[in-house]
């Protein structure tokens, strides 16, 4: 059997994560501030990204 290759942390990763991170993070804040108010977080957000052209949410539709 081949053994699984295990995934290396590297510093350069480390670095683009903390980048990407970071670049995101002032995205959100320039969309804030056009916005004129905070953008929905954790379970809001989610509710508010799934629900679609009719209005209804994802777990309404589930139901």
């Known amino acids: 059997m081949a053994m699984k290759k295990q995934s290396a942390v590297t510093t350069k990763g480390k670095a683009a994560g903390a980048s990407l991170k970071r670049s995101a993070a002032k995205e959100e804040r320039k969309v804030e501030a056009q916005k004129g108010s905070d953008l929905a977080k954790g379970e809001k ?7 679609s052209s009719d209005g209804r949410s994802a777990g309404a539709k589930q139901r």
């Open 45 to 51: 957000r989610f509710e508010e990204r799934s629900k």
